[in-house]
């Protein structure tokens, strides 16, 4: 299984290593319901196509941001030609702005206050909160991994935006009948599908992002961390967290310090509700028993009324 | 500000207008002045559902990715359906357990929750963002969310509505064999009904399990569903009791007093039980400490706790208090105010990052929201005037439901 040991390198990732690896010559399968609950087991998730982020390497030039917009064909409104990195206005997550780079000031362990610049976008959960919640299918896990969005069962109720434990799904507010739901999709459907890395990590000029199964980007990072003289924290940001994501920060500083959620539990989201909804079948059966026997008991003899 | 004064002078008006019937005085004034103001609340809804659908939910309402369910959500419906839980509480005490004393207003109590959901549902289709396929949660099925379940719940349920509201307009037009057939699936009818409201009640509280990290501790619960469906029950019995005052003071007819402090009763123990179980979760969770944490939500729940729960609870369980008309209906008031403030909280204060508030709502989201309850309150006195839903209106036909008005058409 060394499917991404050349695609570790930035821009010479392989086609075929990729296509017959992840794929297996099953075909892609992406978006069916059916694939909602895609196999669960640890192995397929340490296989899933991932990016390390390392936010030591960052120089917030946000090529990332305009490639993303390029290959995903979304309105590329942001005017970087005026000013530099640092200088540039924040830049928030919007249905048509899928990732945003912005500096981070916060201070790191040995409490100096530092900057550094914080690549935001969906992180990819193995267990998605948002595929869960979604009332009809629009946001499935594809077989490749990454979350995709459909917009023709989306309903817009807005649920994924809610329930999303990084705060990713956003909202076309501005749309009267037709609005949809824009996030991340790890570019699965014109470039992962096809063999290529996300177009962020294909335009990231430092090495900052790094592409590669999941199990090896873990490997890579908790290299980084233990051959570093402890320059960076002992915390990869998505190694746990919502029961892991797809997606893997490398800081050093304490991540909460970079506007990172800290309160978001190891455990996965899903389980929540499906502990509730998974019970109803039997308690709707018991109460019909119970106001079935009720009703049937103290309505006797009334019949002949 | 011309908005707000507007909304702020229509809810002054139609107290005055709820303080003067309940007083029985009719000032001259009065009508053409309700009149004049629901009007005009239509208008503004009007107003801004052409905009909703023409520049999007942004345009009209405070709503944002930060805050994407607002007050149409919040409040409209959670509390709405919540309000509206009377139609299968007494359904199943007149049917499943056979205490015929309340089938005298088993029919408005029934109409009243049919009506609410009907304008739930249109709620529902105002505030999705795609309204046109608003049916795709009946084909697209997707099991492990809950806001499918609650979709389809609050469909059928709305179906068993319409069935046990139908003997009232079958009557009416006089078909017999209809009649007859409603007639004989009326317990199946009713017990799924529970079935389906006990489901939907607690799974609008069940939304909110998959966010821990974000609604505030004091009410995030895994016994949120139990909470939700408790004070559902609670406050729907006193819908019941609030509307039958009113209906009795504006149609004259006489209110079954007995009935009502029965139905006080009932509610206050409901609300003694939920205190109970909310003061064992809130000590188990270790979560008391969040009322001082943050004073906003703090006060918020203290209020919804003493004002809403507490209160009546205690008023409601003195049998001398509930014999006071006016008495119970203020309680009764109370313990609604306490449904709609702890889903405001829920879906609103609780969810405000760092005592900084996500959404403000606007002023044409509160519009639209007063269109619906007049609306509703107009719907209601429209069909109680044209149909035989209220035992008095009608004296040689007495008190009954599908029942005997089938035994007396044969």
């Not at chain 1, 009948?177 to 990590?201: D, E, F, H, Y």
């Not at chain 2, 509280?205 to 569903?225: D, H, Q």
Request: aromatic share 10%; charged share 15%.
């Amino acid at each position: 299984m060394n499917k991404f040991k050349h695609s570790t390198e930035v821009g010479t990732f392989n086609r075929r290593h990729f296509l017959q690896g992840v794929l297996g010559g099953s075909g892609l399968a992406v978006i069916s319901p059916a694939s909602l609950q895609a196999s669960s087991d640890i192995q397929s998730y340490a296989e899933v196509p991932s990016v390390l982020v390392d936010l030591t390497r960052c120089i917030g030039c946000r090529a990332c941001m305009r490639a993303c917009k390029d290959a995903n064909d979304l309105p590329n409104d942001t005017d970087l030609s005026e000013g530099f990195p640092g200088s540039w206005q924040h830049e928030e997550l919007r249905f048509d702005q899928w990732t945003v780079v912005n500096p981070e000031t916060g201070c790191d362990g040995e409490g100096r206050e530092i900057t550094r610049n914080v690549k935001k976008q969906c992180m990819q959960c193995l267990e998605p909160t948002c595929v869960s919640v979604c009332p009809v299918g629009a946001l499935t896990k594809s077989e490749l991994g990454p979350i995709l969005y459909n917009a023709d069962r989306c309903i817009g109720c807005r649920y994924c935006v809610m329930a999303c434990p990084f705060d990713i799904p956003k909202f076309e507010w501005s749309s009267g009948m037709s609005p949809v739901i824009g996030k991340c999709q790890m570019c699965t459907r014109k470039r992962l599908s096809q063999g290529l890395m996300p177009a962020c990590v294909e335009a990231c000029p430092t090495g900052a992002l790094k592409f590669g199964l999941r199990k090896d980007m873990l490997f890579e990072a908790q290299t980084r961390i233990k051959t570093s003289n402890d320059r960076y924290v002992d915390h990869i940001y998505g190694e746990k967290e919502a029961g892991g994501t797809a997606w893997l920060y490398l800081s050093d500083a304490p991540f909460e310090n970079l506007g990172f959620k800290s309160d978001v539990d190891v455990a996965p989201m899903p389980v929540l509700t499906w502990d509730v909804l998974s019970k109803i079948p039997v308690v709707a059966a018991a109460m019909a028993g119970l106001f079935g026997t009720v009703a049937w008991s103290l309505n006797r003899g009334e019949d002949d009324e | 500000m011309i908005g707000w004064t507007f909304i702020i002078v229509c809810v002054a008006i139609l107290v005055w207008a709820a303080i003067n019937v309940s007083y029985d005085k009719r000032p001259r004034l009065l009508r053409p002045l309700v009149v004049l103001t629901v009007l005009l609340i239509w208008a503004a809804a009007l107003w801004t559902l052409i905009r909703r659908f023409t520049e999007g939910l942004g345009a009209v309402t405070g709503m944002n990715d930060a805050a994407p369910w607002g007050l149409w959500i919040g409040t409209d419906v959670f509390a709405g359906v919540a309000l509206a839980a009377g139609g299968f509480v007494i359904a199943a005490t007149v049917h499943i357990f056979k205490i015929e004393r309340f089938k005298p207003i088993l029919r408005p109590t029934v109409l009243t929750a049919f009506l609410g959901y009907v304008l739930v549902a249109i709620a529902l289709f105002i505030d999705i963002g795609r309204p046109l396929s608003w049916w795709h949660p009946l084909v697209m099925w997707q099991h492990h969310s809950i806001m499918f379940e609650v979709t389809w719940c609050v469909i059928l349920y709305s179906t068993v509505l319409a069935i046990e509201v139908s003997p009232v307009v079958l009557e009416r037009l006089g078909l017999t064999k209809l009649l007859r057939l409603v007639k004989i699936t009326t317990i199946p009818v009713v017990i799924a009904g529970v079935i389906l409201s006990t489901m939907h009640q607690s799974s609008l509280g069940s939304l909110y399990l998959i966010v821990p990290g974000k609604l505030y501790p004091l009410w995030y619960s895994p016994l949120l569903p139990a909470f939700f469906l408790i004070s559902a029950v609670a406050a729907g019995m006193c819908v019941v009791i609030v509307e039958s005052f009113f209906s009795a003071k504006l149609l004259k007819h006489g209110l079954e007093d007995s009935l009502m402090a029965d139905l006080g009763r009932a509610a206050s123990i409901i609300l003694f039980l939920y205190l109970i179980i909310k003061f064992a979760d809130v000590t188990a969770r270790d979560a008391w400490g969040f009322v001082l944490e943050r004073r906003f939500q703090g006060g918020l729940f203290l209020l919804e706790m003493v004002g809403g729960v507490a209160i009546p609870a205690i008023l409601l369980s003195f049998r001398k208090f509930r014999n006071l008309q006016r008495g119970l209906v203020a309680a009764s008031m109370l313990v609604m105010a306490g449904v709609v403030l702890n889903r405001m909280n829920v879906s609103w204060f609780g969810m405000a990052v760092h005592d900084q508030l996500n959404y403000i709502p606007t002023w044409m989201e509160i519009a639209l929201s007063l269109g619906f309850v007049a609306a509703g309150t107009f719907l209601f006195f429209l069909a109680v005037h044209f149909l035989p839903v209220l035992p008095s209106t009608k004296v040689e036909s007495p008190l009954e439901t599908t029942n005997e008005s089938g035994a007396v058409n044969r």
